[in-house]
Structures are given as structure tokens and as C-alpha cells.
């Protein structure tokens, strides 16, 4: 009884976010190259740590979507510099500004992966980061992750 107990307790904890469709989240794992005269970013969430918290993302302060553990988005942006931020939700007293989470130098025609993270910092106050990963390592987290929407 206390092992079911707090397996349901595990599992309520976990967050969640809007969800892209099977159509969509099959089309991002062919992983095509991104339309003429752009760059595709995915981002994704693999790390059980901090999996109660939403992590909040933007490019070049425009807001990207959201991502919970076990999630991806992938954004086709123009080329160039992007700084990705993030914010999670905070639940101590004191608040936090967006994270800089990593800046991304992108060319034409280039697929990029990045790993989102949470990072403990303060109690009750997570901070998240990203890095980027080889394209091995991005594609198989993707394959096992399911589309978040992204925002538009």
C-alpha cells in the first residue's frame, strides 16, 4: 500500500505541457532540413531532476514553448545569433530572472541540438541550462521524447 502510495504521489509531481499531434511529433523525427534560408534548433528535456517544474523557453526573447521531462520542440529560425533563455517557476521567496540558458550561432541550412536542464540552485528556486549536444545524442533523446507545441 505505502509503495502504490507513492508511486501516484511520483507521477502527479511530474509536469506537464501542451502536446503537439502524432502527425506533428512523426514530421520532427524525420528530422528533414529546415526550410530555404533558414536553421532548425531542436531543444528537448530528457532529465528526471526537477521534473514537477515547466521550463519556459525563448528565442531572442521570443517566446518558443514549453518543455516537461521527456519533451522536445524544434524551432526553424533564421540564421544567426540566438540566445536561448529559460525561467522555471520558483517557489521561494525570492524570484529570478530569465536564465541565459546558451547562445547558439546558427548558418543556413543547419540542424542544432540542445539539451535543457535544471540546475538545484537554492532551495525550492531551480535554475535551468542548456548545452549543445552532437547530432547523435540530440536525435536519439528526440526519438524518445514526444512534441511539445511550440508557441507561434
Known sequence: M????????LVSACASVPMAGPAADADG???????????????YRTSVLGSE??????????????????????ADVV?????????????APLTQPLAEAATVDLAPGEIRFLEVDVWPGLPLNPRCVAGEVTADKGRAAVT?????MAAN
Open 79 to 91: 540564421p544567426g545569433r540566438h540566445v536561448i533563455t529559460c525561467s522555471v517557476p520558483s517557489y
Open 2 to 9: 505505502g509503495c502504490l502510495l507513492a508511486a501516484s504521489f
Open 29 to 43: 523525427k524525420r528530422f528533414d532540413p529546415p526550410p530555404p534560408g533558414q536553421s532548425a534548433l531542436y531543444l
Open 53 to 74: 517544474a515547466v521550463f519556459s523557453l525563448a528565442d531572442n526573447q521570443q517566446p518558443i514553448g514549453s518543455l516537461a521531462n521527456r519533451t522536445w520542440i524544434r
Open 144 to 148: 524518445d521524447g514526444n512534441r511539445a
